[in-house]
Every structure is written in C-alpha cells, then in structure tokens.
C-alpha cells in the first residue's frame, strides 16, 4: 500500500475494466480520483460499485469523450478551472479495433486512432500547465505491447488499415508520444511513462465481430485477470523509486528497454508536429 493522501489522480476510462479497478484501488490508497468517462451511466455505477467497498472514498465523475476534441477541451477547462492541483494524469482509456467494421469521429477521424492517441496527446497538452504547477507529477499512458505489430509514422498515421492494425498503430503513437514528452519535459518535475498491462479480460474486444470474436473468446481463458492487470499502472502511479524516472517503458512492473526504432527523434518530431496540426492546437494552448 502507499499512501496517497491529499493527491489528484484523473483516470481516463475509469467506468470499467482496469480502470475501474486502478480507480478504487487509488481511492482506497487516499486519492482523489477524477473518473473521466465517456458513458456517465457507467460511471455513476462504477462509482456506486466502489463506494459500497469504501464509503470514504473520493471520487469525483467528469465528462470526457477522447474521441472528441470538443469534449476534451470542455474536460480540460473544468479541470483547470475547479483542481488547484493535479498530481497524475493516467491516460488508461482505450478502444480495441472492431475486425472489420471501421468507425469515424466527430471530428472525421477513424474512430481507434481518434480515441487512443488524438485525444491523448490533446488532453496531455491542455493540462500540461496545471501538471507543471504540481510539480512533481506523472503523465502515465497505458499502451500496449501490440505497438510493434504496427508502425505510425507520418505517413500513415491518418490512413486506415484493418481496425486490428489501427489498434497497433494508436499503440505505437503513444510510445512515440511518450518517448517525445518525455524529453520535452525534461527538468520540469513532471515525468511521462508508457506500459504494458498485459493481456487483460475487459470489455476492450466488445467491438470484435465475429468470426474474430472466437479468437477472441477463446484466448480469454488465458489472459490476466483484471486485479492483476493495474498492478503495472499503479506501480507506475505511485512508486516513490519512479518519482524522476522519465521516458520509459513498462511491463509486469519493470523497465522494459523498447526498440530504438522508437527512441528515432526524427520519425517522434514529425509525427508531434504533424499531429498538433491534426488536434488543432491553437496559439493560446499551453506549449509543451
């Protein structure tokens, strides 16, 4: 147990799955725990679940479609209008790629690439101040280690492959996103990290058609259960020994070396900065 009393964590995807379970588990420590969620339904129910278990928790439920950009900037004002502070922004929302079926945001985006990265890498910017301001503090990302089934660089970061390849591929932007915070943040007392959480049984393949779906079915029966699979996310959370480690990469709760395909600054600049264009980030946002 490490006590995390009088932080602020914001969960993304908090309303079920790992992130439901990361959320209690952080409210148990001493948290305040934003959960950030697209359904409010789900969430208030979430929040029920976790109360009934520990009725002092501090739980708090936000608005938040990453697959939108007008809901991610009407997230990130509330919260940089009603936190003083924020301790930890964990980006653990995640859509799994339906088989054959690709889907398109609001903002014309495929849906998967949309969700994952965009919307990630637009929040990370809108909060980036408020996060500097609490100092120190973690941006913690929960990828995958599917982002070396699939590259995403500039030159097809907006196409569309088959969806289970744009899962890759949004899995692959968030460890070429870390890897570039990282280094942009450097000496701010704010750090930024990526993990693997493992093979989890949650509701991220509900999008899986079928005949995929029987895949799918069956290698449920090996995957993680979800009580062990936050156990790399909250380590990443709340292990003092992490508190200036910077650009990393986790699995099973240890430093995995990634690829040096990643670490390319080349290929992570052009793919920030073409993806600033896309998120229309605008001159009064905060810079990173």
């Known amino acids: 147990m490490t006590n995390m009393e009088g932080k602020v964590v914001i969960v ?38 976790i109360l009934l278990q520990y009725p002092d928790a501090n739980l708090v439920i936000r608005k938040l479609d990453l697959s939108s950009f ?20 964990l980006h653990n929302a995640g859509l799994g790629g339906a088989v054959y079926q690709s889907f398109t945001s609001v903002d014309g985006l495929e849906m998967v690439m949309a969700t994952n990265y965009f919307g990630q890498f637009l929040l990370t910017h809108l909060l980036i101040d408020l996060l500097k301001r609490s100092a120190p503090s973690r941006i913690v990302i929960v990828s995958s ?18 969806p289970f390849f744009q899962y890759c591929k949004s899995k692959c932007g968030e460890v070429r996103f870390t890897v570039e915070l990282a280094k942009r943040l450097e000496g701010t ?3 930024a990290n990526c993990l693997h959480p493992g093979v989890i049984n949650t509701d991220i393949y509900r999008n899986v058609k079928f005949p995929a779906s029987i895949l799918v079915f069956c290698m449920k029966m090996c995957m993680k259960k979800i009580s062990e ?9 709340t292990a003092e020994e992490l508190r200036h480690t910077n650009g990393k990469y986790f699995v099973d709760c240890a430093e995995k070396e990634l690829a040096k395909k990643y670490l390319d600054d080349k290929v992570n600049i052009e793919l920030w900065d073409a993806t600033k264009k896309v998120v229309k980030l605008t001159d009064v946002d905060p810079k990173i």
């Open 12 to 49: 993304t995807g908090a309303n079920s799955g790992i992130g439901k379970e990361t959320a209690k588990s952080l409210a148990k420590m001493g948290a305040k725990v934003i959960m950030a969620c697209r359904n409010m339904e789900t969430a208030n129910q979430a929040r029920d679940e």
């Open 229 to 237: 699979g936050i156990l790399t996310s909250i380590y990443a959370v």
């Open 70 to 89: 007008k809901s991610v900037r009407e997230f990130a004002a509330v919260i940089n209008e009603t936190e003083p502070h924020l301790d930890v922004l």
């Open 145 to 162: 280690v599917l982002h070396q089934a699939w590259p995403c660089t500039t030159e097809n970061y907006l196409t569309r492959a088959v």
């Open 189 to 191: 007392g704010v750090t």
